[in-house]
């Protein structure tokens, strides 16, 4: 039995076409409509014939829905709530999968009618790409699901349960957190992360061709530096909304990993080799804690030497 | 028919080990001997069956053999040349595999006979993992090896072509590069991610557990985090002498990657979403380029997703 009669997703992209794609081969919900602003999208989603309705207007996608997830770019939810409220039903749950809390549910808050329920959520999963083709079913498998619920009132938390059994049925694992705590969270193991990769990219790409030309730093990088580009081709309108919105828990865990970077660097210059080997032997078992967390694949180089 | 009469290769790690299977599989080598100067592993080589024979000195092992590797940690090959030393043969070739090209290069010139061709090389190749165990035949498949001659006298070029062909036959791509150019272009494509990773994880592991526990990071890390632990992995010590041995590349290339960061960091903190999103489109097309250049593959998380 479906979870939901009728789900709208507004904004099909990698997560949105992800989410329309589970909630029909798992059957969380009866019916599911979307909306993107960009009409290649909507005509591409027809397409692909992945949704039950492809409607013109964020308004039209939410009529009747039960639940409704936002996964438009995160400073662009307030306004796709604002234009889809006149649509939204009495009761409607009222989601999103933005990568930071408080400013968006902040923003859902204000533009949702107070008849519906707000209840702002991130899956924590996705891939370099974009687009509603880059979307699959199985993407949130395993995954967790991050709910900040903004009140304990028993309604309230009805829909908060709906919506968790919705993330279950797509094979997510639930956890309910305070969003200023989800936001710090978060900055160290997804925003900063992706801006120290966005930068070591944009620096490698901008040395002097005098020094090291961008064709020996492409030919070369197996040696470590591929890795950081997989995750700095990660979708730049998402994520220049990510540390503006998230700036001062951005901005606090960049100070921490640039005192220690200095540290680091100061270890080097001294030739300190036992207070290196110490701290590249100590981040190797927190590497063995998300494999065991189930996190991971145990293969070396993520698997990619497979045949 | 075999590139080499008889190999010997000196340390049978990761990387030893590779180059030994992949020598014998793909018949590079006549006789393929191994010496490695923890009694553990030489024992595990035994077991493993993956060498014709396991030396209990490097000079016995060395014996006859036309070509050398020395694969031992960077900082150790001065030492382990010298112990070779006494068996090593005249017309001999001597190489190894460190990540380091200039100070290894000194150090083995100092330590080889006169009699023998000192030709230092890097395979661009490897995965998180240590121990002769963790060696497989197509490490270095569609891989760059680095070769950095040190002279062009006729016969010491006829040694690096010899070295060049035994790689060839294990698959990889050859290129001759000056020793300190190398060292500034691994600087970037490899020492500075390394650096960058192995601080980002001792960042997030050292945290006050009242702002977020190991468990937190350890969890949600599939938001990009994880991807830096497997680098964050690597061979400590292995990893210590790299940067101790290219200390003024490394320190010079985390000099434009701090001031690139100061820069991003003023962005986020002015709000300039202008810049942020100008640097991330850029970034993106960089992982094409590799993933043109054949360096890596095309699949989304690395092929992570894969069932």
Known sequence: MSVVEKLAVIGCGLIGGSIVRAAREKGAAGQVAVYDRSPEVRARVRELGIADIVADSAAEAVADADLVIFAAPPAAIGEAVREAAPGLKAGAIVSDVGSVKSAIATAMKKAAPKTTFVVPAHPIAGTEQSGPD????????????????????????????????????????????????????????????????????????????????????MKYSAGGFRDFTRIAASDPVMWRDVFLLNKDAVLEILGRFTEDLQALSRSIRRGEGDKLEALFTRTRAIRRGIIAAGQESAEPNFGRNRK
């Open 134 to 217: 880059a979307g699959f079913a199985s993407l949130f498998e395993n995954r967790w699901l991050i709910a900040c619920p903004l009140s304990d009132d028993a309604a309230y938390m009805q829909a908060v349960e709906t919506l968790s059994d919705f993330w279950h049925a797509l094979g997510s694992n639930v956890e309910l957190m305070d969003a200023r705590h989800h936001d710090l969270v978060l900055a160290v193991t997804s925003h900063l992360p992706h801006l120290i990769a966005y930068n070591i990219v944009g620096t490698a790409a901008d040395l002097e061709e005098s020094d090291v030309t961008e064709g020996e730093v």
